[in-house]
Every structure is written in structure tokens, then in C-alpha cells.
């Protein structure tokens, strides 16, 4: 059973990257996702889920109007389009699969967790 997020890199501030979250061992569509970040020196903070159907999605306010959290269940796999990055936006992006979308979203807590995937923004 394995989440695995990938996707990540060097992005110029204002540009774009796709993060994806494939999952194997276990049916994604089971599950609510959440996507979470961990800055230097700062605690993790949840980004976005999306329930199992994918028709609930909540977002940070930080990151509201600029990512788009979405899933394709027939492959396994969620992912978190990211427009106009900022500097802040550097940190190590994970993915989570937990049955209940609170816990992820309000307690940070899921049953899997991927193994991160760093997003650095920088000129």
C-alpha cells in the first residue's frame, strides 16, 4: 500500500506546476485526499482536499483562486494543479488518504501518507 506524490521542482514565481498523487495497493476511490506542505523551520499545513467522489473540494485561503485540487479515480491518481506560485509557496508537498475528510482537513491525520514531493520557488 503506497502513496506516491511527484511533480515537484524549481518554478520561476508566477509559473506553474502539476503535482500527482498516484496511489497502488489500494483503490483511491475509497478515499478522501488531502494535500498538505511543510515549509523550513515551519509546521505542516494543510492545501486542499477533495472528497472521494470529488465533489467537495476545500482549499486553504492562501491558496484559493490559484490551485485546483481534482482526481481521476479510474487511474488511481488526485492531483493538485498550482497557478501563479509565490516564494511562499516553497515547501515539501504531500498527499494523504484518509476515509473521513475531517480528519484530514481539520486534524491532519490519514490513514496513508506519500512520501513528499519538494516545490521550490524561486528566480
Known amino acids: 500500500v503506497q502513496l506516491q506524490a511527484s511533480g515537484g521542482g524549481l518554478v520561476q514565481p508566477g509559473g506553474s506546476l502539476r503535482l500527482s498523487c498516484a496511489a497502488s495497493g489500494f483503490t483511491l476511490d475509497d478515499y478522501d485526499i488531502g494535500w498538505f506542505r511543510q515549509a523550513p523551520g515551519k509546521e505542516r499545513e494543510v492545501v486542499s482536499c477533495?472528497?472521494?467522489?470529488?465533489?467537495?473540494?476545500y482549499y486553504a485561503k492562501s491558496v484559493k483562486g490559484r490551485f485546483t485540487i481534482s482526481r481521476d479515480n479510474a487511474k488511481n491518481t488526485v492531483y493538485l494543479q498550482m497557478y501563479s506560485l509565490k516564494p511562499e509557496d516553497t515547501a515539501v508537498y504531500y498527499c494523504?488518504?484518509?476515509?473521513?475528510?475531517?480528519?484530514?482537513?481539520?486534524?491532519?491525520?490519514?490513514?496513508?501518507w506519500g512520501q513528499g514531493t519538494l516545490v521550490t520557488v524561486s528566480s
Open positions: 477533495i472528497s472521494n467522489s470529488g465533489g467537495l473540494t
Open positions: 494523504a488518504a484518509d476515509p473521513q475528510l475531517l480528519k484530514l482537513w481539520v486534524y491532519y491525520e490519514a490513514d496513508y
